[in-house]
Every structure is written in C-alpha cells, then in structure tokens.
C-alpha cells in the first residue's frame, strides 16, 4: 500500500494508524539521529575559522543543535525582527554560525556564509539549489563548501539522491 493510501486510511483503521506512526518514528530517528550530531560536531572543529549555515527539515533537529552548540536559531516561529538581528549578527561575524530550517530556503543573502551543513531535507532538487545558494552568493575571493550528511541504510539515501540530481 502506497503512503498517500496509509495517511487517508489512517483516521479510521488502526493498521493504518501504526503504520504511519511506524514510518514517522522511522524517519524520526533517521533524520534526527545521534551519528548526525557527531559528524556535525567534527565539521564544526574542523571548520573553527569558517562561518556556516545548517540546514535541517524539521525544527526538532534546528532546537537541538541550536541548544548543544549554542547556535542561533531561525524558525517558523521566529518573530521577523529576531529573524533580521540574527542575520545581521551572522553577516557582522558577531555568530559564525546559525541553524534553520526551510524557513530560509528562499529570499535571503548570505556572502558571508562560507560553509553549509544540509542535515536533512526533501528529495526537491529545488530546495537543494537555494539551501546551495545561501552559501554560494558571490563575494570578492570566496570559495565554499557544502556537506549534507544522511543516515545510512535508510530512505533519507534516496532522498538525497533526488536532491542531488538537480546539480545534473
């Protein structure tokens, strides 16, 4: 049974509802999971100079980096004057770093932004290129780096996989 037929049958066949509850705790552990935090720990050492914006799916992920590494956040829920002293903040080099999730996949310039972190995302190739724009904006001498960590063995690989497609 496809996902579109489980999430329509799920108000009113419990079969239904545990399988969506399964898929969704499934992806849960997928997208936020702990070997994520670890490798996103080691990118954060290695890029100790480097200013980085992480991109995640999901606000659980953007509260949990935001709260372990003391990153600022950007949300849905952050009110747009927050939003604006944040950015401003990251393009004075006041925070090197700032963790969001799709709120910031369009409308907004970054140049200062040297390194990107996708960890986790949707299959969109479209989302994909504007996360990879918020970091490629051109600036005088700039290179920059984009890493996009996935767990293994899960459905997040072919999500990934779609995603990078749009780079094709």
Same mark, same amino acid.
């Given at each position: 049974?496809?996902?579109?037929?489980?999430?329509?049958?799920?108000?009113?066949?419990? +079969? /239904?509802?545990?399988? =969506?509850? /399964? !898929?969704? @705790?499934?992806?849960?552990?997928?997208? +936020?999971?702990?070997?994520?935090?670890?490798?996103?720990?080691?990118?954060?050492?290695? $890029? @100790?100079? %480097?200013?980085?914006?992480?991109? &995640?799916? $999901?606000?659980?992920?953007? $509260?949990?980096?935001?709260?372990?590494?003391?990153?600022?956040?950007?949300?849905?829920? &952050?009110?747009?004057?927050? !939003?604006?002293?944040?950015?401003?903040?990251?393009? %004075?080099?006041?925070?090197? /770093?700032?963790? &969001?999730? @799709?709120? =910031?996949?369009?409308?907004?310039?970054?140049?200062?932004?040297?390194?990107?972190?996708? =960890?986790?995302?949707?299959?969109?190739?479209?989302?994909?290129?504007? !996360? =990879?724009?918020?970091?490629?904006? *051109?600036?005088?001498?700039?290179?920059?780096?984009?890493?996009?960590?996935?767990?293994?063995?899960? %459905?997040?690989? +072919? &999500?990934? *996989?779609?995603? +990078?497609?749009?780079?094709?």
């Amino acid at each position: 049974m496809d996902f579109q037929k489980i999430v329509i049958r799920s108000g009113r066949d419990p +079969n /239904a509802r545990k399988a =969506l509850l /399964a !898929r969704n @705790k499934a992806r849960d552990i997928a997208l +936020n999971s702990v070997s994520k935090i670890e490798k996103f720990r080691e990118i954060l050492k290695k $890029h @100790k100079e %480097s200013r980085l914006f992480i991109f &995640t799916e $999901h606000n659980k992920l953007v $509260h949990i980096i935001s709260k372990e590494f003391l990153i600022p956040a950007i949300t849905y829920r &952050t009110a747009t004057k927050e !939003r604006g002293e944040i950015l401003d903040r990251f393009r %004075s080099g006041v925070y090197r /770093a700032v963790v &969001t999730s @799709k709120v =910031l996949d369009e409308g907004i310039d970054v140049p200062e932004a040297d390194v990107g972190v996708i =960890l986790s995302g949707t299959g969109s190739g479209r989302a994909f290129i504007q !996360r =990879l724009g918020r970091i490629l904006r *051109k600036k005088e001498g700039k290179e920059a780096v984009l890493y996009e960590i996935v767990s293994a063995e899960t %459905s997040e690989i +072919n &999500t990934a *996989k779609r995603r +990078n497609k749009a780079l094709r």
